[in-house]
């Protein structure tokens, strides 16, 4: 079975710090990662995806396969990246897909 | 393009009642997945179409069932209602599977409510 880990539940950085947001996954087979962000009052919204390798509004995520983790980074945090932010695996069983979430972690920018 | 649309976006319903929400992908979208998100237990999924197929499904009672339509529109059914059954119901699309390039896009949810 699949497992998402997110160990903070709260992260509160000042604006221009940086920022980190843990995400450690359990997975046999081989992992398709996302971060999803939610902002105050919005939909759920795909951030990043770990295949494309891109960088979103300043954030990256780097698969590490060897400690099963897929952080998310931003060198300088700023007021508008307040959020809630998801990591999600896509584990692709019996011909279907299916997203496991994480429990989130709400990120507080403060002036 | 339009999103994914969730109606209706509210529900109050009793404890034993049913209700069906309704979800219409991202044109072009042909898999439609659904997910429970609560305070308590997050996000869990619940299961996932494509073309009018169920591919996969997640650990929830009988009670809750979905379907597929041509049109790829999906509804979800929960029966006999209890009071835990209230949360964010949030339907999600993607363009086909496997998608192993793309994300999924979510609709903003229909909040229901158990009394």
């Known amino acids: 079975a699949q497992r998402v880990t997110q160990p903070e539940k709260l992260l509160s950085v000042f604006k221009g710090a940086p920022v980190e947001l843990k995400c450690n996954y359990s997975?046999?087979?081989?992992?398709?990662l996302f971060w999803y962000v939610q902002y105050s009052r919005q939909r759920l919204q795909l951030l990043l995806r770990h295949i494309s390798r891109e960088s979103i509004k300043g954030f990256t995520a780097d698969l590490n396969k060897g400690e099963t983790s897929f952080h998310l980074k931003k060198p300088f945090a700023q007021e508008e990246d307040s959020a809630m932010y998801y990591c999600a695996l896509r584990a692709s069983t019996g011909g279907g897909n299916k997203l496991t979430f994480g429990t989130g972690t709400q990120l507080k920018v403060e002036l | 393009k339009a999103g994914v649309t969730q109606t209706p976006r509210y529900l109050i319903k009793t404890r034993g009642q049913q209700v069906t929400l309704s979800c219409s992908p991202i044109s072009g979208h042909r898999s439609v997945s659904w997910y429970q998100q609560t305070p308590g237990q997050g996000l869990q999924f619940l299961f996932e179409?494509?073309?009018?197929?169920?591919?996969n499904k997640g650990n929830f009672p009988g009670r809750f069932s979905g379907r597929q339509f041509s049109n790829s529109r999906s509804e979800m059914n929960v029966s006999t209602l209890e009071l835990g059954d209230s949360a964010l119901y949030l339907c999600?699309?993607?363009?086909?599977?496997?998608?192993?390039?793309?994300?999924?896009?979510f609709g903003s949810g229909t909040r229901l409510t158990v009394v």
């Open positions: 997975y046999s087979g081989s992992p398709e």
């Open positions: 999600a699309s993607s363009p086909y599977l496997p998608d192993s390039l793309g994300g999924y896009t």
């Open positions: 179409y494509f073309s009018e197929t169920q591919r």
